[in-house]
């Protein structure tokens, strides 16, 4: 992941933020850069925060824990690197919700690149194999390769509904289902 630039918060009155309990943009100009800062030491926090926001927003179950997110190196999706940036870029992580129903709970949520999130939205997978087929010819293959990643899904999704059921067999689904996540989370692809 890339290195965080230094960032002087700078207050317009007293420069550097050294009057933070009197002045407001002083504790201000700190926030900002404690923020960035935090965003690039523990992204899957920051992702955490903002998922937890829109999810009270919009009304979606939420139940992930704080800690549960991790930043891959790559998009499961895409195979892009995902990188952190300053800004939003097509290779910065984003949380998707597989089955965006169910909103933000375990195993409904994977840390895609923000293309591949922005790619897929709340389409379903015959949509995404009709666009990978017949949409925008420069989009074709990533609606192809976003496309299996939700196929992916949908699969991991089935067999721990098969391990929910209990029982020996129940068992030996789950074992199924930790080994299929453990390879999706590395990004496999092709």
């Keep these: 992941m890339d290195r965080i630039k230094p960032l002087v918060p700078l207050c317009r009155h007293h420069g550097k933020p050294t009057k933070r309990e009197t002045c407001r943009e002083c504790n201000a100009a ?3 850069a404690y923020l960035r800062r935090r965003r690039y030491q523990m992204p899957g926090r920051a992702l955490w925060d903002r998922a937890r926001k829109r999810a009270m927003d919009r009304g979606l179950m939420f139940s992930i824990e704080k800690d549960s997110i991790s930043v891959p190196r790559t998009c499961p999706a895409l195979g892009i690197a995902i990188e ?19 909103g933000y709970v375990p195993g ?7 293309r591949a999130n922005r790619l897929k939205g709340n389409r379903s997978l015959e ?3 009709r666009l990978a087929e017949s949409g925008p010819i420069a989009s074709r293959e ?3 390769m976003v496309a299996t990643y939700v196929e992916r899904e949908q699969l991991l999704d089935e067999v721990r509904a098969k391990a ?4 020996r067999a129940g068992q030996e689904w789950a074992k199924i289902a930790f080994f299929l996540d453990r390879v999706f989370q590395k990004s496999l692809i092709k």
Aim: net charge positive; proline share 5%; aromatic share 6%.
């Design 108 to 114: 409904n949520v994977r840390v895609i690149s923000d």
């Design 142 to 144: 990533e609606y192809a």
């Design 84 to 102: 952190l940036r300053g800004r939003r870029a097509a290779c910065s992580p984003s949380l998707d919700r597989i089955v965006p129903e169910r």
């Design 127 to 129: 949509e995404l194999r």
């Design 30 to 32: 700190y926030m900002r």
């Design 164 to 167: 929910a059921q209990g029982g």
